[in-house]
């Protein structure tokens, strides 16, 4: 006989109380907003990584900023997110050894006067890069300008009013807060102008829309620019004219929550032009499809 043996139960890990699960997760949630803070603050003091979450935020539009924030810190070339149930149900095996990427999950809760409130907590998903399912190829990055340009003309939350020419000398699309109006000059023959332009343009419109008559264009000059980004990334047009690598100092300087909240405000306003021009394809493509029936 021997004492020699070896644990049958190694790996297991003893039940957590119901206050030790509670600070566990209260633990976690405080980690994570410190990486988010770190994350922000290296995005402001490095425009390469700032780039890098515009173009996250634009693949990942379903995704607040925050949680993009996240997912930049740790798996910068997510495309598709799921939790190991969700992936489990669509028979997918997640890679041995893979690290879960963690983002904020909003969870309903009643207040003590009987009122709903939202909190969060920290929900652990896996990218498609680190399952064995199978990658959709990468969208092309050569959208046809001309078909964005029209289509989002025609997702405008604004009237457009195409002229002849444009008070603001060397500009091909201006939004005027006062008239309510998109301004587009005609006979412009760079698609790729009209389309970076009328961009940038409809994120001003929309910031005007979301600011309850705060608006002020000067203000979010900076912000316009980095949705117009946005928009162009994720309909393949070029997005070289797009200057956002210069942070005005006056928001690099901002603490990271205010920060967060203006990240958050830029992909809204992103994802409610995004959600129109979307709706209008879909509208262009059923109508080609009844065409083709007939």
């Known amino acids: 006989m021997t004492n020699d043996f070896k644990d049958k139960n190694k790996n297991f890990v003893p039940r957590l109380s119901k206050e030790e699960y509670r600070e566990k997760k209260k633990q976690e949630l405080q980690n994570a907003y410190g990486v988010i803070d770190t994350e922000i603050s290296e995005m402001m003091s490095n425009p390469d990584k700032f780039r890098e979450y515009l173009d996250n935020q634009s693949r990942l539009d379903r995704y607040s900023a925050t949680n993009v924030v996240l997912v930049c810190s740790q798996c910068p070339q997510a495309i ?4 190991f149930e969700d992936w489990d149900k669509s ?8 690290k879960s990427i963690s983002i904020l999950e909003p969870v309903d809760y009643t207040k003590s006067d009987g009122t709903t409130g939202i909190a ?14 199978r990658r959709n190829p990468a969208p092309s990055a050569n959208g046809n300008p001309q078909a964005v340009f029209r289509t989002m003309l025609k997702a405008s939350p604004v009237e457009i009013d ?3 020419e444009l008070d603001l000398p060397g500009s091909v699309a201006y939004y005027d807060n006062d ?15 009209l389309a970076q332009s009328l961009a940038r343009e409809l994120a001003h419109a929309q910031i005007s829309i979301d600011s309850d008559d705060s608006y002020s264009r000067k203000n979010v000059q900076f912000q316009a620019v980095c949705i117009g980004y ?17 942070i005005p100092k006056g928001f690099a300087n ?27 394809l879909n509208r262009a493509k059923q109508e080609c499809s009844k065409g083709h029936e007939r």
Not at 91 to 98: D, H, S
Not at 120 to 128: A, H, L, M, P, T
């Open 162 to 164: 195409i002229v002849d």
């Open 120 to 133: 969060y907590s920290v929900k652990k998903v896996f990218d498609i890069s680190q399952t064995n399912a």
């Open 91 to 98: 028979n997918v095996r997640i890679n041995k050894g893979a």
């Open 230 to 246: 946005m928009l162009c990334k994720k309909y393949g047009v070029d997005t070289k004219e797009f200057a956002v690598e210069n």
């Open 254 to 280: 901002k603490e990271p929550k205010k920060i967060r909240s203006e990240l958050t405000k830029m992909r809204n306003a992103m994802s409610s032009i995004n959600n129109r021009v979307y709706d209008e």
């Open 80 to 83: 598709q997110l799921k939790n």
């Open 179 to 193: 008239k309510q109006t998109i301004f587009v000059k005609k006979e412009v023959g760079d698609s790729t102008l």
